[in-house]
């Protein structure tokens, strides 16, 4: 079973910064994905971005440019490092992780909250 934990959120101002964090537990043999999502109130979850075991990153076009995702491979940890915040950035945000322990696993964190005011 693989646990995933994320932490970092909280009220910022608009043109603040925040690092969410996301960390996986458990039965991990290998993890090929990890990737952050969020939700907003009456929206659907959408994907905010992802980063693969090789070290590459997509991103969503609303937070190019603001937002950069980062891995420590050894600590099975994901990072989101938010950069110069806006209100539509506000949502729940949630952490994927994809991986291997004798079977594929594709495990969600419980979400941490940002609020970002104007």
């Known amino acids: 079973q693989v646990q995933v934990v994320e932490s970092g959120g909280g009220l910022v101002q608009a043109g603040g910064s925040l690092r969410l964090s996301c960390t996986a537990s458990?039965?991990?043999?290998?993890?090929?994905?990890m990737g952050w999502y969020r939700q907003a109130p009456g929206n659907q979850r959408e994907s905010v971005a992802r980063?693969?075991?090789?070290?590459?990153?997509a991103y969503a076009d609303s937070v190019k440019g603001r937002f950069t995702i980062s891995r420590d491979n050894t600590k099975n940890t994901v990072y989101l490092q938010m950069n110069s915040l806006k209100p539509e950035d506000t949502a729940v945000y949630y952490c994927?992780?994809?991986?291997?322990?004798?079977?594929?696993?594709?495990?969600w964190g419980q979400g941490t909250q940002v609020t970002v005011s104007s």
């Open positions: 994927n992780v994809v991986g291997r322990h004798v079977i594929y696993f594709d495990s």
């Open positions: 458990g039965s991990i043999s290998s993890i090929h994905a």
């Open positions: 980063i693969s075991s090789d070290g590459s990153t």
